[in-house]
């Protein structure tokens, strides 16, 4: 700065940079931010941007950007002939932004990352406190670093890290599609209900469910004996899901499925794609935060 006014062609900059406590983890949650692009800028200038701005660019950085960043202040500098500051003439000074208070469970975050990273596993997990809706964790592993992706990166770190068969940039918690499993054995039976089944009704599990000349086994070897709904559930006895899909079809599991939500947006408030997030912007979302991470602003 001492030496500015002999370079004309010199020009100091101050800028912020984010610093990630925890670097991966809960990479995809949090998000990364890195300076606005252009096609960013022209839809947000209106809301105060500048072309210099560092914006979020995934999760919770890209959707509460705009609450956390806050309005930046000025200084109206009188110098000499030499460049060299004389006088503040005017200045205003910034607005911080709010602070944002996540949901998560860090220490459940932290462990669970560790039990993925030791398995050597692929996945995700999602733990939700049931009475109010609030996430606790949100997995997503392999994840990958922030403070990589928040600086310029370089193609060895990026191809990296894009040809990796596991894909750590996608985010498995919400995103992708992937078989339920056995959770998903009461939406069945609410549709079997429906129809009229009594959960008292009992049958008799040998092992195999078989369909002409295709067979599905339980995971019990010579199956379950006798079985009602509640000793399904316990035991979580297949061929009593199959029997019964079988005997009323599949529009009334799709039915009740939908009822409870499965083949909608969660509505979460970790936006994975622009499109989306400039929806929200303009408010065609309203009910983002029904359900998420957001606990306080």
Known sequence: ????????????QSYSKRKYIHDS???????YVKKITEKEYENLKEDGYSPRDIVGKTGIEKIYDSQMKGKPGYDYIEVNA???AQKIEKSKDPTPGYNLHLSLDMRLQKYMEEVFQEENLSGALVAIEAQTGKVLTLVSYPTYSLTT???KISQEDWDQITNDPRKPLTNKS?????????????FSAFAFFNNGL????????????????????????GGHGTVDFEKSIVESVNPYYYKYADQFGHEPIIDVAGNFGYGKLSKIDVLEREQEYYQVKNGKRKDLNKVGLKEIQ
């Open 1 to 12: 700065m001492e030496k500015i006014g002999d370079y004309s062609y010199l020009e100091v």
């Open 25 to 31: 983890l809960a990479a995809h949650t949090i998000g």
């Open 82 to 84: 030499l460049n060299k």
């Open 149 to 151: 992706f928040s600086s």
């Open 174 to 186: 919400i995103s992708g599609e992937y078989p339920p499993g056995s959770v998903f054995k009461p």
């Open 198 to 221: 009594d959960p008292k009704t009992k049958i008799f599990d040998n092992g195999v469910y078989s369909i002409g000349k295709w067979s599905w086994r339980a995971w019990k070897k």
